[in-house]
DNA sequence: AAGTTATCTGATCATACGATCAGATAACTG
DNA sequence: CAGTTATCTGATCGTATGATCAGATAACTT
C-alpha cells in the first residue's frame, strides 16, 4: 500500500531517511517554483528526481497532493529555521528577538528562493490553492508577525507603522527581491544579489523596519 | 485565408472595427492575466469570449501567437496613454512631466490590473515569453524612465536615487500593490483600493520619488 | 529460507487540449 | 444577382499529460 498522506497532513509519521520520496520532493519544489502547478509536468519531476513518471503516484495519490506535500516541506523548513531562531533566543529582549527573526526570515529567502517563486506563481484569481498555502501556511507566519511588532510599537520600541506596511516591506523589499533577481537581470543586466550580499540586503530592510 | 499576424507585429494593417476579434483579445488578456499561458485553456477564452474555440485558430495561429497578441494589445494601450499624456505637456517642465507621467503609469496599472499580473504569470525560469515580454515592450519603457530621471539627478531636481531603485517603487510599491489586492484581502481581510483612493496611492509614490 | 510487505517500472488508459478541416453562413464586390 | 472573400462552426485528429495496473525487484520479518 502506498504511504499516502492528505493534503495537508505534514509528514512527521515516518521520521527514518526516504531519499527516493525527498528526492521527489525536491524535485517537485524545484520546477513548481519554476514553472507553477500547471506548467510543471510529472515526467519532469520524476526525470529530475532520476525515478520513473508513475513512482510519483506511489509515493502521492494525486499531483495536486505533490504539490501540497511540495509546499508543506518548504514552508515547513522555514517554519522550523525561525523557530530554531527564536529557541536558541530565550530571555532576550523582544526587539533584538525581531531583529534577529527579520535577518533569519532573508536569509531562509535568499537560500530558498523557491518558497516565494510558488508563491508567486500561485497568485492566481479564484485560486484554490492559494487560499489553503494563505489559511495554513502564510497568515499563521503573518499573524504572528504582526503581533509582535504591535507589542513592540505599543511599547514604544519602533515607530507606530501599519501592519500592513511593516509585512509589506519584510515580504515585499526584503524578499521577493531575491526571487526577482532573474527579471532583474533580464531588464537591466543588473543581478542584486551579484552586487549586494544578503547580510548588507538584511541590513537595509532591518534598519528601514527598526529605524536604526 | 485567416489575417496572421505574426507575434511581434503590431496590429496596425486593418484598422477598421473588428469586434470579435477584439472580444477574443480582451478575453485572452483577461484570462491569461488570471491564470498564466498554461493555466488558460483556448476553450476558456474562446467561453468568455463568447465564440467556438476554432475561431481562435482562425484569427490567430496558435495559442502561442494569440498570447503574444494579447500582450501587445495591453502595453500597446499603455504606451498610447503614456504618449497621449507626454503629447498634452508639450513645453512643459521635464519635473513636472516626470510626476505626471508616473501618476498616468499608477492610474493605468490600477485600471488595467491584468497588466501586471501577465508579467506576474509570465515569472518563470527560463521563460522565452517573459525574455520577449522584456525586450519588447518593458526595456523600452524602463530606459526611457532611467533616463528621464537621469537628467532630473544631473539638474539637481530630485535627490540622487539609483535608477534601479525609482523603477522599484514605481512598479512594485506603485503597482504591483493593486495587482496583489485579491491576495492581500486573502491574507488579512484588507484590501488596498477599498481604504485608499488611487489618487492617494499616487500621491504616496510620488511624494517618494520627487520628495515633495 | 519462506513469506510478506514496501518500492519501483513498463505498458497502457482516459482525457483534456491545441490544432485542423470541410463546410456553412454572412458580408462584400462587380 | 452572381461570384468571391471573409467569418464562423461542428466534427475530429494527434498528442501530451495525469493516472492506473500488473508485475518485477528489493527489503524486511519470522
Redesign the pocket.
Known amino acids: 500500500?502506498?504511504?499516502q498522506t492528505s493534503p495537508t497532513a505534514a509528514r512527521t509519521t515516518?521520521p527514518s531517511a526516504?531519499?527516493?520520496?525527498d528526492r521527489i520532493l525536491a524535485a517537485a519544489v524545484d520546477l513548481f517554483s519554476e514553472r507553477s502547478f500547471?506548467g510543471?509536468?510529472?515526467?519532469?519531476?520524476?526525470a529530475r528526481a532520476?525515478?520513473?513518471?508513475?513512482?510519483?503516484?506511489?509515493?502521492?495519490?494525486?499531483?495536486?497532493?505533490?504539490w501540497h506535500a511540495a509546499v508543506e516541506d518548504i514552508f515547513g523548513e522555514l517554519t522550523q529555521a525561525l523557530s530554531a531562531r527564536i529557541e536558541g533566543l530565550r530571555g532576550v529582549d523582544e526587539l533584538s528577538v525581531a531583529k534577529l527573526i527579520v535577518r533569519e526570515f532573508i536569509y531562509f529567502s535568499a537560500a530558498h528562493p523557491q518558497l516565494h517563486r510558488i508563491i508567486m506563481q500561485e497568485c492566481k484569481v479564484d485560486g484554490a490553492r492559494m487560499d489553503w498555502l494563505v489559511d495554513r501556511h502564510i497568515r499563521p507566519i503573518y499573524e504572528q508577525t504582526v503581533s509582535l511588532f504591535t507589542r513592540l510599537v505599543e511599547r514604544g520600541d519602533i515607530p507606530d507603522v501599519p501592519a500592513t506596511h511593516i509585512y509589506y516591506v519584510i515580504t515585499g523589499a526584503g524578499a521577493t527581491m531575491f526571487v526577482l533577481a532573474p527579471e532583474c537581470r533580464r531588464l537591466a543586466g543588473f543581478d542584486p544579489l551579484e552586487h549586494q550580499a544578503v547580510e548588507v540586503h538584511a541590513d537595509v530592510v532591518t534598519t528601514l523596519l527598526f529605524g536604526s
Open positions: 500500500m502506498a504511504s515516518r526516504d531519499s527516493t520520496r500547471e510543471a509536468t510529472t515526467r519532469e519531476i520524476a532520476g525515478v520513473t513518471q508513475p513512482l510519483l503516484n506511489y509515493h502521492f495519490r494525486s499531483k495536486e497532493h505533490l
